[in-house]
């Protein structure tokens, strides 16, 4: 899973979240705020580019939007408002037409950016640039003038979803909004720095939620991670059960064939052929155990199914590893005591009753 591309650069990019219309401004001073922070963070020292949007990628919860589909029937599709030069900041490459643009307001035509998804769902085999949007069969078209490649938003084990960006600014909305800041430098340094300017703006303003979207990422592979180590240290300390009993079945058996290897070594046997002799034995034990662990495992592997990622249940080359790792322990948990049991004084072993 962290070899999995999210179709985003999740490394240098700040997260803020503010929330204006707290303070009792409508939306034409919300708007007036956003687009005044966005000159001034993007004037910020070590700050490469900034942006805004509603929904941050890898976050719980989404927005849906419906949308009428060529049919004429609406349909939920994942929407997110987002402001200019958001594919910029996040590293999203635009794939054919234009991003959204400081003009693109509440009194320019209503446009819309699309992802690759979406296109190949509504448009198959066509350009979706000119192509139009409608949320509502009596509502304004949308204008496509940029597609973009996919991004997971929900979760990086499934395919993205289709989506629909919506410029910010043609919105009403003064709900809570995340601004996105591609950082070139010290991160503290600029967090600072934001902080000062909002404060210029509006000093009772509170920032929450600061963290970089590497951190988001994190977040999102903390469970799986946690999962993968649990299940590793159980494994390990079931190979440790095993290797134990193996050696103490092992040694139990060699104990109680002391006498046998006695007369065996008077007789003249050679050490090679005792521990040959117990290994036999010994690996017939592990033979039956590996079949009939193989066999189990198997029809459990639907169980843990759920936890893997880039991997079938029934992968041939881990089962191949782990039994062929359990053989070659268990033969080393046979052959210590095999060996030691060649270093017994014959004359005392057969007096063993």
Known sequence: MN???PGFAADRVLLVSMDPGSLGHGAPGVEAFWRSLLERTERLPGVQAASLANTIPLAPGRQRQPIVDPSGAPVEIDTNPVGPGYFRTLGIPLVRGREFLDRDGKDSAPVAIVNQRFAERWWPGQDAIGKTIRTSRAGPAAEV???VKDAKYRDLRQAADAMVYLPLFQTTSTSAKTLHVRVDGA???V???LRREVRALEPGLPLFG??????????FLAQPRQAAALTSAFGMLAMLLAAVGVYGVTALAASGQAREIGIRLALGARPGQI????GRRGAAVVGVGLVTGLVVSFGFTRIAGA????IEAHDASTFAATTLGLALLSLAAIYVPARAATRLDAARAM???
């Open 3 to 5: 070899a999995i591309d």
């Open 145 to 147: 003038v940029g597609l």
């Open 187 to 189: 991160l503290d340094g």
């Open 191 to 193: 967090v600072a720095a």
């Open 210 to 219: 600061v963290r970089t979207i590497e951190d988001q990422y994190h977040m």
């Open 275 to 278: 521990v040959r002799r117990i």
């Open 307 to 310: 936890l893997l990622y880039g």
């Open 351 to 353: 007096r063993f009753d």
